[in-house]
């Protein structure tokens, strides 16, 4: 059964620190990683990872995919409150369906 | 339209009462997916279409559930002889192309009382 593991569950950090976020998987037929923020309902995305070792990055956030290892890691650096949020970590899989197989989601709090 | 568009935003159901979730895609996107997500939990997926074939509906957790896109935009998610395990956010998304990422839906925050 595929299976994405996120850790750690839930973060609380001061304005200016840098988190890293953690994400594992297992599945069958590998396509590609995302990573999205979820504040109230809808989840917004982040980025979509499909090569190992290219970072992406969208200002004071950045990830990067080890398909070795299965794992992906989200950093954020001089956090504001503003990320204050659920972090998402998603796969999705090639042949059949095009469905995403979520973790359980990154609590972050950033405290002033 | 500019996003995914749901309604209604909030629903309260009486156990045993049907209930119907719209979901209004991004024009012009070929993939709308449907995914429940309980509380402090992941999404989890229910079904899947391309234009209007239901290409995967593994998620569906019994045969109460039901979806629909019968002219390949706007989807239907029927609950009947809805339950209190049923109270969840409903998540719709879609997609241009799977090498593009999805684009969610504000959801429908289900409540069975």
């Known amino acids: 059964e595929d299976k994405v593991v996120q850790s750690p569950l839930s973060l609380v950090v001061h304005e200016g620190d840098t988190v890293t976020l953690n994400c594992s998987y297992e599945?069958?037929?590998?396509?590609?990683l995302l990573w999205y923020k979820q504040e109230k309902k809808a989840p917004t995305f982040l980025f979509m990872l499909?090569?190992?070792?290219i970072e992406k990055k969208s200002g004071r956030l950045s990830s990067i995919l080890d398909k070795k290892e299965l794992f992906s890691i989200l950093n954020i650096t001089a956090t504001q409150t503003g990320d204050s949020a659920v972090y998402l970590c998603?796969?999705?899989?090639?042949?059949?369906?095009?469905?995403?197989?979520f973790g359980k989601g990154m609590k972050l709090t950033v405290n002033p | 339209g500019a996003g995914v568009s749901q309604s209604p935003r909030y629903k309260v159901a009486k156990r045993g009462q049907d209930v119907a979730l719209r979901c209004d895609p991004i024009?012009?996107?070929?993939?709308l997916f449907w995914y429940q997500q309980a509380l402090g939990q992941g999404p989890e997926f229910l079904t899947y279409?391309?234009?209007?074939?239901?290409?995967?509906k593994s998620g569906l957790p019994s045969d109460r559930f039901f979806a629909e896109r019968p002219e390949g935009s706007v989807s239907t998610l029927k609950i009947q002889r809805t339950q209190q395990e049923d109270s969840a956010v409903y998540l719709c998304?879609?997609?241009?192309?799977?090498?593009?990422?999805?684009?969610f839906g504000s959801g429908t925050r289900l409540t069975v009382v």
């Open positions: 998304a879609s997609s241009l192309d799977k090498n593009y990422g999805y684009t």
């Open positions: 599945v069958t037929n590998f396509r590609s």
């Open positions: 499909t090569s190992s070792g």
């Open positions: 998603a796969v999705a899989t090639q042949g059949g369906s095009e469905k995403l197989v």
């Open positions: 024009s012009g996107h070929v993939s």
């Open positions: 279409f391309q234009n209007e074939a239901q290409l995967d």
